[in-house]
């Protein structure tokens, strides 16, 4: 069984729970543009990517002229839910108990550094990260740069990293960068898609993603 000293977490579906607003939001800016809109599962799937590559996929009609405001309907659209956006029930302590067994701990997401510097902010957890990338920084997922950079900044072996995510995103980049995968059924994708990546293990609760990774770390 493998010990791990860094757990890289993906922010939005697996810390927090965001996923319906960010479904919204893109639907919203397509009906404000008079765009097709996607579906929940369309919109859902391009969850961690980033928001520009997310869009291309999800909105393949959005033109390269229309996207500064698509862009801008869309930060509207999220920003009026944001106040509502909270943690998954269980995840703060869950960080608070990583920490005091002096587990490092990262996030890599799709998010913008101004976003997530925003969300820390509210969230109060800007301290108990090590290091953060966003997607808007280096390569997007699922290319390994973002685990690559983090490795490297916090001084970590590829056999003691685990990536938990809520997307086949995310667990592809652990596999591109040779790192394990923990996949969270509670998110953006489902277990089936999440298993087909080949994690360590998917989980479909926060309960049960603490159970997982407190037996296996170690500093």
């Not at 919203?28 to 579906?39: F, M, Q, T």
């Not at 999800?58 to 930060?75: G, K």
């Not at 890599?108 to 997530?116: I, M």
């Not at 596999?175 to 479909?204: K, M, R």
């Amino acid at each position: 069984m493998s010990s791990y000293s860094l757990v890289v977490f993906d922010w939005d579906g697996t810390l927090m729970d965001s996923t319906n607003g960010i479904v919204s939001a893109i639907q919203g800016a397509c009906r404000d543009l008079d765009l097709p809109v996607p579906s929940a599962s369309e919109a859902s799937w391009v969850i961690g990517l980033s928001l520009e590559s997310a869009l291309r996929r999800a909105v393949p009609e959005l033109t390269q002229a229309m996207l500064p405001r698509f862009l801008e309907r869309y930060r509207i659209h999220y920003l009026l839910r944001d106040p509502d956006l909270q943690l998954f029930e269980g995840i703060e302590p869950l960080l608070g108990e990583l920490a005091n067994q002096k587990i490092r701990l990262a996030v890599a997401t799709g998010k913008s550094r101004v976003g997530l510097n925003r969300v820390l902010a509210a969230t109060g957890l800007r301290d108990i990260f090590d290091a953060t990338r966003t997607a808007d920084e280096t390569f997007s997922k699922p290319h390994p740069a973002m685990l690559h950079e983090l490795m490297q900044e916090l001084d970590v072996e590829p056999e003691r990293v685990i990536m938990v995510g809520d997307t086949s995103h995310d667990l592809n980049m652990a596999a591109n960068a040779g790192v394990h995968g923990l996949g969270v059924a509670y998110g953006a994708h489902s277990p089936q898609e999440l298993l087909g990546c080949t994690p360590q293990a998917v989980v479909d609760t926060v309960p049960a993603l603490r159970e997982w990774l407190l037996s296996r770390v170690g500093a």
